[in-house]
């Protein structure tokens, strides 16, 4: 099972990041997302395609396209120097987990 | 605080062996299925291997099946990870993670990550 982000996206400070993560029916999963900061262990900021943990900024949600059910997204809102990072989709598939290849998100 | 702690990394030769462990502070360990998740220099996350929380089950990616084993000791607050047969391309930095719920089985994201260890594999 492949997870497919885009390598790169590059936003300017305050406006709004998308990012891509490309499944087969993956909206029949639970897609989780990570925001991974240079020298740093990942962290949490999207379970369960859209569920904020305690503690994650409102700007980070989490979604899955309703048409083909094959995208999930991850948006950062407002976006601010610290959102400057690797983000990576997950999924639980078959006995595994599944990460995808990662985003570097950079702030303009 | 709820905290992961790994140890044990460092240089190893082509073919050898070494253990990582994982020390968990802060939260019932016994309650919380729990991952081994490596990084190579540069490169994205890999999931390794997961175990239930009462060592019934344990499941392996394809890339370590046969050569890492996952293990747990409850009493000892603690996770490991047995690895043989090393090659040059298990250079990683090894991470330790949590489940996000509760449950024996529980197959959730992973919500509390240890900062890591290095294993280098070297001759």
């Known amino acids: 099972y492949d997870l497919t982000q885009p390598l790169a996206v590059s936003v300017a400070l305050g406006q709004t990041a998308t990012i891509t993560c490309v499944g087969d029916?993956?909206?029949?999963?639970?897609v989780h997302w990570y925001q991974q900061r240079p020298g740093q262990a990942p962290k949490l900021v999207i379970h369960?395609?859209?569920?904020?943990?305690s503690g994650i900024s409102e700007r980070f949600s989490g979604s899955i396209a309703s048409i083909s059910g094959n995208t999930a997204t991850l948006t950062i809102s407002r976006v601010e120097a610290e959102d400057e990072a690797d983000y990576f989709c997950?999924?639980?598939?078959?006995?595994?987990?599944?990460f995808g290849a990662g985003t570097k998100v950079t702030v303009l | 605080e709820e905290q992961l702690a790994e140890s044990g990394g460092g240089l190893v030769q082509p073919g050898g062996s070494l253990r990582l462990s994982c020390e968990a502070s802060?939260?019932?360990?016994?309650?919380?299925?729990m991952n081994w998740v490596r990084q190579r220099p540069g490169k994205g996350l890999e999931w390794l291997s997961w175990?239930?929380?009462?060592?019934?089950?344990?499941y392996y990616a394809d890339s370590v099946k046969g050569r890492f084993t996952i293990s747990r000791d409850n009493a000892k607050n603690s996770l490991y990870l047995q690895m043989t047969s090393l090659r040059h391309d298990d250079t990683a930095t090894y991470f330790c993670?949590?489940?996000?719920?509760?449950?024996?089985?529980?197959?959730?994201?992973?919500?509390?990550w240890g900062r890591g260890a290095m294993v280098t594999v070297s001759s």
């Open positions: 997950q999924v639980w598939e078959i006995n595994a987990y599944v």
């Open positions: 993670a949590r489940d996000v719920r509760r449950g024996e089985f529980s197959v959730g994201a992973f919500d509390v």
């Open positions: 175990i239930s929380t009462t060592s019934s089950l344990q």
């Open positions: 802060g939260f019932s360990f016994e309650s919380y299925t």
């Open positions: 029916d993956i909206r029949s999963k639970n």
């Open positions: 369960k395609d859209s569920t904020r943990p």
